[in-house]
């Protein structure tokens, strides 16, 4: 008898990355792993038969699985529930696959029948449900999870299910478009907000957030500039912190990498402030994106969540 998988899809700026999980196990299957570059700015077309061939050597590799379903873990704006990229210029990504349902073409392109779905979870979400199932919040109940890179994620989470609206978390669980500072947090709390502080300074660009990094053993500046980043970014978090009583605050995306210029000043916000808040780095990273989206295919789990996939 077969045993059936869930293929998981991590979907980047540059990358894709796909993955088998085992629905009976539940567990990822890490032989299956397959990863392809992507040129994000190429035709639709191109686009999805890159993803279409990453994808089909994972389920090359599952055999004889069954396959149940893919998930996407996929970033943003797009129409989650139906499948429908909405790029734009603005966006500086895929904008050439504005208005494409990915989840038809994919289905096309990898010959599924229709009793595979082909389902989409936001990335940030994604990560979120993976870490709370499988990485560093497995074992508490109400966890904030937050990707700090190119741009600033975030997922509240209850019980492995995604919190999007009441009063204890923002607007859809997000925190990237609320005002920080002469801006909003996206601005600041991103590889472009740190870069672009450290240009301000000093007259220097740098090509990414791991040189800053390593010219923080010397380097005055980038020593405060990480300092200030873990300050504020805690000040930043508390009130969400305190009102939807986060157990567990797991940090991924590349700054993560650089938590021990951070982490510090970080932990010092809520040891000050009285609060029991664990705080982790991922281990899992893009793997816990896979795990989320690959849950996608159970339909149990997906009927509960289907309902905020658009947040």
């Known amino acids: 008898m077969k045993k059936k998988v869930s293929i998981g899809v991590d979907v980047g700026g540059s990358h894709i990355s796909s993955v088998a999980y085992s629905v009976d196990e539940k567990r990822l299957l890490p032989q299956t792993l397959a990863e392809g570059k992507v040129d994000n700015k190429k035709p639709a077309d191109e ?33 989650y529930f139906n499948g429908i990229a909405l790029f734009q210029q603005m966006t500086n990504k895929y904008e050439n696959l504005y208005g494409v349902n990915v989840g038809r073409e994919i289905s096309k392109a990898l010959g599924l029948g229709e009793n595979i779905p082909v389902r989409f979870i936001n990335d940030a979400a994604a990560f979120a449900i993976g870490e709370s199932i499988a990485g560093s919040a497995a074992a508490v109940s109400r966890c904030l999870a937050i990707t700090l890179g190119t741009g600033f994620g975030s997922s509240f989470i209850k019980d492995q299910m995604p919190v999007v609206s009441g009063a204890t978390v923002p607007p859809e669980g997000m925190v990237y478009h609320l005002p920080f500072e002469k801006g909003v947090a996206d601005d600041y709390f991103s590889t472009r907000g740190l870069l672009g502080r450290y240009f301000e300074q000093t007259g220097t660009h740098l090509p990414g957030v791991k040189e800053l990094a390593e010219k923080a053993p010397y380097d005055a500046v980038a020593q405060e500039l990480f300092y200030d980043l ?21 940090i991924g995306g590349n700054i ?56």
Do not use: C
């Open 47 to 79: 686009i999805i038969f890159t993803w279409a061939r990453t994808i089909s050597e994972t389920i090359e590799k599952v055999k004889p699985h069954e396959i149940g379903g893919i998930g996407f873990a996929m970033p943003g704006p797009f129409d």
């Open 256 to 311: 993560s990498n650089a938590f021990n210029l951070f982490g510090e000043s970080l932990v010092e916000v809520y040891a000050e402030s009285g609060i029991n808040l664990s705080i982790k780095i991922s281990d899992l990273n893009e793997t816990a994106s896979m795990i989320g989206a690959a849950l996608l295919s159970d339909d149990d789990y997906y009927n509960n969540v289907k309902s905020i996939l658009n947040s």
């Open 230 to 250: 873990g300050t504020k970014l805690g000040i930043f978090l508390k009130p969400w912190v305190q009102k939807f009583g986060v157990q567990v605050l797991v």
